[in-house]
């Protein structure tokens, strides 16, 4: 019986279109396992450390688009998967977590490894059910149709994690093989606006001339070009946040690239319409703007319904598709004309000064460095702080096709070595990992499963002696409890851990040794030593020269 359930879980998982499942070795998940050893249509990633593990399955799922199961044993092992539950629930990423639990005669009398597991993650899945130890009153069909259902409901948006704890009683295993018949079937769908609300939100933007379109967050699509469609029609600018997508269409005429900056030093640009894309943003600057303007209509439109307004600021929402949104309204729009031109000659302007803005061999330097030189089939990958934000503001790349990664659902600093290896599997292709020390070492266990990975990653580690960004805050000033309480300063050097991990180590003296690297193709630990007081100075020179540049000439393109 156990054998059976432990199967037809795998099987069905396998039918409604689970290709990959993540685990790190137990006892009470071993029925799991080895039917999943057995299962050839799913892919197997084993690694010893659970936290890993889940962060893995988070960046496989996102770039592959397609939902991963994760298999625990009990006890602590579920614990350690709630960060990358919690980041895949915030970014809608379709997670199936497999917990192997005890049976209910062993719960809650001091058992070895046992511990409440039901509803673990509370608010942070889509659904949950238990699974009781299997006996024969529980039929194949209800079975069947728990997992199908669990499927549909990690892949449905709002896609997210799904949590199936399974009980199972010993002795566990008895030998046999069982095929499980594919039971219920989900049908793809979407919502669709209807026809009358269209036509009222094309006449109502058609007749407003100071509208932005800014592109948060979205999964890579080859619909973009709908984006550009209707800010075309509508002569509107597009501000891409680097998660959008829409950075690999980098030469699109709508696209504004600088308008982070663009934003810090043009006070008056106070739109009548704002029209929100998709989800998150990371930039601050383009935050503080929403703040701060007061747009007639402020509409999101996201395929999921949760809130996301952390201004309280939105006055209409809707839940669709984006693509489906600016496809559908695109053709009801008179074609208007708007200030689409000067934001693109501001950023122009922006874009021409940068270079020499830029001090070559610093932090922003290495993103602009990669900017210039990554390989248009590259992925890469910005973990959280600064790294991340310095892409948002520099990283504009016009050859670059590879998608864009980063983990912005709760934007930790965990898991982001096991998120980019997941990520480089996932979409098959090389990636570069661009990481801040202390993101590395936080997730430093994972450098052992990066010979799992079928694909090169270039990992480039931006040390620069603990957290970087707290020197941008104003707690910098609390001196004589900055550097131990936030900073966390240390003199740890990444050559013994790549050694340790059997990575190539390069410590980069020029960007040519990382051109040589990019080149190569070869999995490799590159280490940047940075200095987090000259990394503010680098900033603020940066913000200094445009801000004068923009005095200078910004009057006379307006
Ligand atoms: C799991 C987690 N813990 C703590 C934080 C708070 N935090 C944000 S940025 C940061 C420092 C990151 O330092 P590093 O990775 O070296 O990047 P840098 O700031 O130097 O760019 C910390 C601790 C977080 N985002 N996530």
């Not at 156990?2 to 199967?7: E, K, L, T, W, Y």
């Not at 090389?430 to 070492?441: I, K, R, S």
């Not at 980069?508 to 940047?528: N, V, Y």
């Amino acid at each position: 019986m156990n054998d059976r359930f432990a199967s037809q879980i795998i099987t069905h998982l396998a039918h409604h279109g689970v290709r990959r499942i993540c685990l790190a070795p137990g006892s009470r998940s071993s029925l799991l396992a080895a039917a999943a050893a057995r299962e050839p249509r799913i892919e197997k990633f084993v690694h010893h450390d659970e936290r890993g593990v889940a962060f893995h399955a988070y960046g496989y799922a996102k770039a592959s688009k397609s939902p991963v199961a994760i298999l625990t044993t009990s006890g602590s092992a579920i614990g350690n998967i709630f960060p990358a539950v919690m980041e895949a629930s915030h970014d809608h990423v379709p997670l199936i977590l497999l917990t192997a639990d005890r049976p209910t005669e062993l719960q809650d009398c001091m058992a070895n490894q046992t511990c409440d597991q039901v509803k673990f993650f509370g608010s942070y899945v889509r659904w949950q059910a238990e699974i009781p130890a299997a006996e024969p009153q529980l039929s194949d069909e209800w079975l069947g149709s728990t997992v199908a259902y669990a499927v549909f409901r990690a892949t449905n948006s709002p896609a997210g994690p799904v949590h199936l704890n399974c009980q199972f009683r010993e002795p566990f295993f008895s030998g046999k093989h069982y095929d499980a018949p594919p039971f219920i079937e989900y049908e793809p769908s979407y919502k669709t606006i209807a026809k009358p609300i269209l036509k009222k939100w094309a006449d109502k933007l058609s007749g407003l001339k100071k509208g932005v379109i800014i592109a948060g967050a979205m999964p890579f699509s080859k619909r973009n070009s709908a984006i550009f469609e209707l800010a075309n029609k509508l002569d509107w600018p597009v501000l891409p946040d680097l998660m959008s997508g829409l950075r690999s269409d980098a030469s699109h005429p709508s696209l504004i690239p600088y308008y982070v900056d663009l934003l810090k030093t043009v006070s008056d640009l106070d739109p009548d319409c704002i029209i929100h894309l998709g989800d998150r943003l990371i930039s601050k600057p383009l935050l503080t703007w929403i703040e701060k303007v007061n747009p007639s209509v402020y509409l999101m439109v996201a395929d999921h319904h949760y809130r996301y307004d952390p201004f309280h600021k939105l006055t209409h929402r809707i839940v669709t598709d984006p693509h489906h949104f600016c496809e559908e309204l695109s053709p009801l729009l008179h074609p208007g004309l708007s200030w689409q031109t000067e934001w693109k000659a501001l950023s122009h302007l922006i874009e021409g000064h940068l270079e020499d803005a830029l001090s070559p061999f610093s932090e922003p330097g290495l993103i602009r460095y990669l900017h210039s030189h990554l390989p248009s089939h590259f992925a890469i990958y910005f973990s959280n702080s600064m790294p991340i934000r310095d892409a948002d503001r520099f990283f504009f790349p016009r050859l670059h096709h590879g998608p864009i990664f980063g983990q912005r659902g709760l934007s930790g600093i965990d898991g982001n070595i096991g998120a980019a290896i997941g990520l480089a599997e996932g979409i098959k292709r090389p990636l570069v990992a661009v990481l801040g020390d202390l993101a590395a070492l936080h997730d430093l266990n994972s450098l052992a499963a990066v010979h799992k990975c079928t694909v090169p990653i270039i990992f480039i580690v931006v040390n620069n002696s603990g957290g970087g960004i707290f020197s941008f805050l104003p707690l910098k000033d609390q001196t004589d409890i900055f550097e131990d309480y936030f900073a966390t300063s240390h003199n740890w050097k990444f050559a013994k851990a790549a050694e340790m991990f059997n990575i190539p180590y390069t410590a980069l003296s020029s960007f040519e040794e990382l051109q040589r690297a990019l080149r190569e193709e070869k999995t490799a630990l590159i280490e940047f030593t940075s200095n987090r007081e000259q990394n503010v100075l680098d900033h603020q020179a940066i913000d200094q020269k445009i801000c004068e540049m923009i005095e200078h000439f910004g009057g006379a393109l307006r």
